[in-house]
């Protein structure tokens, strides 16, 4: 039982509900509607997690993930008996929410289930991947409300680019297992000096992107408001981004640095939601 949990991340759950409220409120959705939806994403993410967990017990082995590589058998059905009825829950609570959130629920399902078996295997495509997936309950929203705000798409792209330089740090923790599974990284193809350099690359662009959707937006907010946003913002990038360009100015890439910048960075997307109320107060 204690694995199977782990595995769920139900940690994920409240930031994945205040992303979606926040975005949801707005653009002057339905609040209640908006927290159904951060429902289905959770247990979507949940039946992802496990079924990777599951998958990718021989590499965790290796790396010692402490998931179900050890489990008994009980442990594994358990495990698996709850990926699907995590799924099933999503996709029918989505059914009844209305059919572009089922369409959209379906394709976040398919894309998980392809993840670990398919996409996981393939030079980048992986971080990618998990960056669409993890922006999930910030452009859900924009695309059940049929918004086309290009500052929304700007800033969820940052989002989405810090979810990538994170992946591909985390791809150097796990060198071995992924060699062991035949994946190919840029940490395993280039070695963990590139895959450093790379994720400082996108970490960079991703600041870049979300000090312009903030520039852009102070004329529309009070002072109090400009400095709650660029105070978030700081924030942010100190814990998102600035970890991976020091561990890079200092050449320490270890196992130890990696794992502390993804606790961190972690932080920093709690933030999000706070930022975004700032940025886009909720329209009554």
Same mark, same amino acid.
């Given at each position: 039982?204690? /694995?199977?949990?782990?595995?769920?991340?139900?940690?994920?759950?409240?930031?994945?509900?205040?992303?979606?409220? !926040?975005?949801?409120?707005?653009?002057? $959705?339905?609040?209640?509607?908006?927290?159904?939806?951060?429902?289905?994403?959770?247990?979507?993410?949940?039946?992802?997690? +496990?079924?990777? =967990?599951?998958?990718?017990? =021989?590499?965790?082995?290796?790396?010692?993930?402490?998931?179900?590589?050890?489990?008994?058998?009980?442990?594994?059905?358990?495990?698996?008996?709850?990926?699907?009825?995590?799924?099933?829950?999503?996709?029918?609570?989505?059914?009844?929410?209305?059919?572009?959130? +089922?369409?959209?629920?379906?394709?976040?399902?398919?894309?998980?289930?392809?993840?670990?078996? #398919?996409?996981?295997?393939?030079?980048?495509?992986?971080?990618?991947?998990?960056? +669409? +997936?993890?922006?999930?309950?910030?452009?859900?929203?924009?695309?059940?409300?049929?918004?086309? @705000?290009?500052?929304?798409?700007?800033?969820?792209?940052?989002?989405?680019?810090?979810?990538?330089?994170?992946? #591909?740090?985390?791809?150097?923790? @796990?060198?071995?297992?992924?060699?062991? $599974?035949?994946?190919?990284?840029?940490?395993?193809?280039? $070695?963990?000096? #590139?895959?450093? #350099?790379?994720?400082?690359?996108?970490?960079?662009?991703?600041?870049?992107?979300?000090?312009?959707?903030?520039?852009?937006?102070?004329?529309?907010?009070?002072?109090?408001?400009?400095? !709650?946003?660029?105070?978030?913002?700081?924030?942010?990038?100190?814990?998102?981004?600035?970890?991976?360009?020091?561990?890079?100015?200092?050449? @320490?890439?270890?196992? /130890?640095?990696?794992?502390?910048?993804?606790?961190?960075?972690?932080?920093?997307? !709690?933030?999000?939601?706070?930022?975004?109320?700032?940025?886009?107060?909720?329209?009554?």
């Amino acid at each position: 039982m204690r /694995k199977t949990v782990r595995s769920c991340r139900f940690y994920f759950w409240p930031i994945i509900a205040a992303n979606s409220l !926040a975005m949801t409120l707005g653009l002057g $959705g339905n609040w209640l509607h908006a927290l159904s939806f951060s429902i289905v994403i959770s247990s979507l993410a949940s039946f992802g997690f +496990l079924f990777n =967990d599951l998958w990718d017990r =021989d590499i965790d082995r290796v790396n010692g993930a402490g998931h179900f590589e050890h489990s008994s058998r009980s442990e594994l059905y358990l495990g698996s008996l709850s990926a699907v009825g995590f799924l099933a829950f999503g996709i029918c609570l989505a059914c009844t929410l209305g059919r572009a959130e +089922l369409r959209l629920a379906s394709a976040i399902a398919v894309t998980l289930a392809l993840y670990t078996p #398919i996409f996981r295997r393939l030079l980048l495509l992986p971080s990618l991947v998990t960056a +669409l +997936l993890a922006t999930s309950p910030l452009w859900g929203p924009l695309l059940l409300w049929h918004s086309a @705000d290009t500052a929304r798409w700007a800033f969820i792209s940052a989002n989405a680019l810090i979810v990538v330089a994170r992946e #591909i740090l985390m791809d150097i923790r @796990d060198h071995s297992g992924d060699i062991l $599974g035949g994946r190919d990284t840029i940490a395993t193809i280039f $070695g963990r000096r #590139i895959s450093a #350099i790379t994720a400082a690359i996108v970490s960079a662009a991703a600041a870049a992107i979300l000090i312009g959707t903030f520039a852009s937006s102070m004329g529309q907010h009070s002072l109090a408001g400009n400095c !709650a946003a660029a105070t978030s913002v700081a924030l942010i990038l100190y814990l998102a981004v600035h970890p991976i360009i020091r561990a890079v100015m200092r050449d @320490d890439v270890s196992n /130890k640095t990696v794992q502390h910048h993804v606790i961190v960075s972690r932080f920093a997307m !709690a933030l999000i939601p706070v930022l975004t109320i700032v940025l886009w107060p909720p329209q009554v």
